[in-house]
């Protein structure tokens, strides 16, 4: 009788899921009013922060068209909305914002750039054109964006793909590691 009623009182002291909180979702806008997030407090907090989430959080339907026939060394608007918010564990929380809006921004941009000035290049075996825009790399084929490549950022963010200068040319370097020569 005693176990049943140690077991009763366990029960009634562990909390339930009903009261989790689930993550933000990538519809949601940033939830000024009152958020439990510690992202969108940060978000709500910095005026830049606040308009950067606005200009990129829902891309355009020309924008959302054109990522979804983007390359896979694209990273997808929902999975760059997870990484954005694994921020709230950065010990940097405001500039690893920062720098994933600015990621962010640049990929949204370069997916409506005018290739026409770019140069001709390679990448690995592919034929390219390589441009650049606000400090970012821009890989284009023939018919879509193939990446976007930042150079390193200061904060614990980590841009999906990476550009390292080598030579005359590019090595642009993804988050697994995973790495090619352009030039």
């Not at 370069?110 to 001709?120: E, G, N, R």
């Not at 690995?124 to 950022?153: N, Q, W, Y």
Request: hydrophobic share 45%; net charge neutral; aromatic share 6%.
């Amino acid at each position: 009788m005693m176990r049943a009623r140690l077991c009763y009182l366990l029960l009634f002291l562990t909390p339930v899921a009903a009261d989790a909180v689930p993550p933000p979702t990538p519809a949601d806008l940033a939830g000024c009013e009152g958020s439990a997030f510690v992202v969108d407090r940060l978000v709500c907090a910095d005026p830049a922060l606040k308009a950067a989430d606005a200009r990129v959080r829902v891309p355009s339907a020309d924008q959302a068209r054109l990522l979804d026939a983007a390359s896979d060394y694209v990273e997808r608007q929902d999975a760059w909305f997870q990484r954005r918010n694994r921020c709230a564990f950065a010990d940097d929380q405001p500039d690893c914002l920062r720098d994933a809006y600015a990621e962010r921004t640049a990929v949204l941009a370069a997916l409506v750039h005018d290739a026409a000035p770019d140069q001709s290049g390679q990448c690995g075996k592919m034929a390219v054109r390589i441009g650049t825009l606000e400090g970012a790399t821009i890989i284009r084929d023939d018919s879509r964006l193939v990446a976007v490549a930042l150079p390193k950022p200061r904060s614990s963010w980590r841009p999906f793909v990476t550009a390292e200068p080598r030579g005359k040319g590019w090595r642009l370097r993804w988050l697994d590691g995973a790495h090619i020569d352009c030039r």
